[in-house]
T-cell receptor
Framework: DTEVTQTPKHLVMGMTNKKSLKCEQH?????MYWYKQKAKKPPELMFV???????INESVPSRFSPECPNSSLLNLHLHALQPEDSALYLC?????????????FGDGTRLSIL | AQSVAQPEDQVNVAEGNPLTVKCTYS??????LFWYVQYPNRGLQFLLK??????LVKGSYGFEAEFNKSQTSFHLKKPSALVSDSALYFC?????????FGTGTRLQVFP
């Protein structure tokens, strides 16, 4: 079992829907990340939060909107997604943004856009 | 810019034999190197890291990695492969803010 919990595990939505992905960790980590992963490819970084503040946005389209309500929670709000947005969305956390800190990943939400 | 390369898309090995998954890196300054494993329908699991110190790093599930500065390599090794080791393996280097992944190597261990 991973210590980063992501819900839901699977999500199917239409292009006009609004949905949210949720990520939770109770390890006291102060850096949290969203990644997008296509099949058999490495994860691509989307957003980084450090001490609940957005510190990196890797030129992600505005149809993806992150939110960090507190140090344990990270949300990704989805609206008007495109079929090419179908992927595995991974959340990760680390103690802080220090270079020697490994990131710990959840099992992801597999998103399918109809 | 920091980068890592995994030259093999797939590595096949018989159960009980030693395995090596290759990774080379290109960094300016001291490298911060990581190995992750991804099992089907799972997230990435941290295996081990090299920051400084001993060139042989021991990690989870019996894996170890050898840091070689002269060859700019950080190969993942295990003395005796298990069928359950079959998975996708990613080498990564930490940039100042980002974790830069290699393209991944699929390890298949045959009974």
């Amino acid at each position: 079992d991973t210590e980063v919990t992501q819900t839901p595990k699977h999500l199917v939505m239409g292009m006009t829907n609004k949905k949210s992905l949720k990520c939770e960790q109770h390890m006291g980590h102060r850096a949290m990340y969203w990644y997008k992963q296509k099949a058999k490819k490495p994860p691509e970084l989307m957003f980084v939060y450090s001490y609940e503040k957005l510190s990196i946005n890797e030129s992600v389209p505005s149809r993806f909107s992150p939110e960090c309500p507190n140090s344990s929670l990270l949300n990704l709000h989805l609206h008007a997604l495109q079929p090419e947005d179908s992927a595995l969305y991974l959340c990760a956390s680390s103690v802080d943004r220090g270079r020697n800190q490994p990131q710990h990943f959840g099992d992801g939400t597999r998103l399918s856009i109809l | 810019a920091q980068s890592v390369a995994q030259p093999e898309d797939q590595v096949n090995v018989a159960e009980g034999n030693p395995l090596t998954v290759k990774c080379t890196y290109s960094v300016s300054g001291n490298p911060y190197l990581f190995w992750y494993v991804q099992y089907p329908n799972r997230g990435l699991q941290f295996l081990l890291k090299y920051i400084t110190g001993d060139n042989l790093v021991k990690g989870s599930y019996g894996f170890e990695a050898e840091f070689n500065k002269s060859q700019t390599s950080f190969h993942l090794k295990k003395p005796s492969a298990l069928v359950s080791d079959s998975a996708l393996y990613f080498c990564a280097v930490r940039d100042s803010l980002l974790l830069i992944f290699g393209t991944g190597t699929r390890l298949q261990v045959f009974p």
